[in-house]
């Protein structure tokens, strides 16, 4: 099983995103997953230009280069593609939708119906695709990741893939910021590194185990007034 996961966060490694794909990649490898990471943060992917080359002059690929040519090919393998970003402006950041506008080549240009729907046939054979959502936000509240998941259940659709579900931490600098000082959270890695090894071991992430990934870490007036205390002393 091949899985490929996509860290769009500008803080690379350090950043609170990773502090939860971290442990699910865990999950994925200890259940026997052949793991590939990808930092947007380390690579160099142009914009899509939108000349259309890679349907119609030559098909598949893509005229620049750029290290999209090096990750394309090991997306085309993947069974597991995994996306995550911090939220950015109730969306992912600029250079994950960067990549992600780079997969175009992965579709031909004919229009089929898939259901009651248009989409573009894919070049890859991989069957019973699957992806995944890491992310992580400022704001207290879980619903402020509805855009991102609905847009990222949108793009698992015309990629022709299953979306198997999200591991969201919302008040993700108090996460960080607990672990460090020691605090009862760690049951917050446990649930990601299940959520890795259930996917490789049942194909699906229980819903009990997702909600453990995204459970509240402290009450939200008490969260507004220490984040507020520690902006006041940063600024
Ligand atoms: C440009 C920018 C936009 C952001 N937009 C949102 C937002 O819309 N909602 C939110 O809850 N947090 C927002 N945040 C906060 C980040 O999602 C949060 O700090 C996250 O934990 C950062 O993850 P990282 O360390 O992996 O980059 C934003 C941060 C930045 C820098």
Same mark, same amino acid.
């Given at each position: 099983?091949?899985?490929?996961?996509?860290? +769009?966060?500008?803080?690379?490694?350090? +950043?609170?995103?990773?502090? @939860?794909?971290?442990?699910?990649?865990?999950?994925?490898?200890?259940?026997?997953?052949?793991?590939?990471?990808?930092?947007?943060?380390? =690579?160099?992917?142009?914009?899509?230009?939108?000349?259309?080359?890679?349907?119609?002059? $030559?098909?598949?690929?893509?005229?620049?280069?750029?290290?999209?040519?090096?990750?394309?090919?090991?997306?085309?393998? *993947?069974?597991?593609?995994?996306?995550?970003?911090?939220?950015?402006?109730?969306? =992912? %950041?600029?250079?994950?939708? %960067?990549?992600?506008?780079?997969?175009?080549?992965?579709?031909?240009?004919?229009?089929? =119906?898939?259901?009651? /729907?248009?989409? /573009?046939?894919?070049?890859? %054979?991989?069957?019973?695709?699957?992806?995944?959502?890491?992310?992580?936000?400022?704001?207290?509240?879980?619903?402020?990741?509805? %855009?991102?998941?609905?847009?990222?259940? *949108?793009?698992?659709?015309?990629?022709?893939?299953?979306?198997?579900?999200?591991?969201?931490?919302? /008040?993700?600098?108090?996460?960080?910021?607990?672990?460090?000082? /020691?605090?009862?959270? $760690?049951?917050?890695?446990?649930?990601?590194?299940?959520?890795?090894?259930?996917? @490789?071991? $049942?194909?699906?992430?229980?819903?009990?185990?997702?909600?453990?990934?995204?459970?509240?870490?402290?009450?939200?007036?008490?969260?507004?007034?220490?984040?507020?205390?520690?902006? *006041?002393?940063?600024?």
């Amino acid at each position: 099983m091949k899985v490929v996961a996509i860290n +769009g966060s500008p803080q690379g490694e350090k +950043g609170n995103t990773a502090l @939860i794909l971290g442990p699910f990649l865990e999950g994925l490898k200890a259940a026997g997953a052949d793991v590939r990471v990808f930092l947007t943060k380390a =690579m160099t992917v142009h914009p899509c230009q939108g000349e259309y080359n890679c349907w119609f002059r $030559t098909p598949g690929r893509c005229f620049q280069e750029d290290d999209m040519q090096t990750l394309l090919p090991e997306v085309v393998e *993947a069974n597991v593609l995994v996306l995550a970003t911090p939220l950015y402006v109730d969306g =992912m %950041t600029g250079p994950l939708k %960067t990549v992600v506008d780079r997969m175009i080549p992965l579709g031909d240009p004919k229009i089929e =119906m898939r259901g009651d /729907h248009c989409r /573009h046939p894919g070049r890859s %054979t991989v069957k019973d695709r699957k992806m995944v959502l890491v992310s992580n936000c400022g704001f207290w509240e879980l619903d402020n990741f509805d %855009t991102l998941v609905s847009h990222v259940q *949108a793009i698992a659709r015309n990629l022709d893939a299953a979306f198997a579900g999200a591991l969201l931490r919302p /008040h993700g600098p108090a996460f960080k910021a607990m672990l460090d000082r /020691h605090l009862p959270v $760690t049951d917050v890695l446990d649930a990601a590194r299940d959520a890795g090894r259930q996917l @490789i071991e $049942t194909g699906s992430i229980a819903p009990e185990t997702l909600s453990a990934v995204s459970r509240p870490l402290l009450p939200r007036d008490q969260y507004v007034a220490t984040a507020n205390q520690h902006m *006041a002393r940063r600024g």
